[in-house]
């Protein structure tokens, strides 16, 4: 299994960057390999929204459908994605939105096994 962490700070505040990322029903508007996103269930339990959700991807004539499990927590303003299916037998991301003095850190880490 290969992993990747990525630290990137920013001058936007994290609640605006987490708002941004975890608006998950609007990726085919705005993240260009996204062609489209079907969520096929939505349960919100106080500040934690579990979203199950197909989303295909493509680039040129080359097309992957991902079924993934998504775990988006308002109040650690965390987001946790774990793929169940797709072209990968393992595909999980993590997603972290910290204050920092300028604005925000966000640590993401992705898991892969192909």
Not at 12 to 36: G, H, I, R, T, W
Not at 53 to 62: D, H, K, Q, S, T
Request: hydrophobic letters at 40%.
């Amino acid at each position: 299994m290969k992993s990747k962490k990525i630290i990137k700070d920013l001058t936007f505040k994290p609640e605006l960057m987490f708002q941004l990322v975890s608006d998950v029903e609007n990726y085919p508007n705005f993240v260009p390999a996204c062609k489209s996103l079907n969520i096929k269930s939505k349960v919100e339990q106080g500040e934690v929204t579990n979203i199950l959700a197909i989303m295909e991807v493509g680039y040129g004539l080359i097309y992957e459908k991902f079924t993934s499990d998504i775990t988006i927590n308002k109040k650690d303003l965390t987001i946790k994605v774990v793929n169940s299916d797709g072209p990968f037998k393992r595909l999980n991301n993590h997603w972290k939105f910290l204050p920092n003095r300028n604005g925000s850190r966000i640590d993401f880490e992705i898991e892969f096994e192909a």
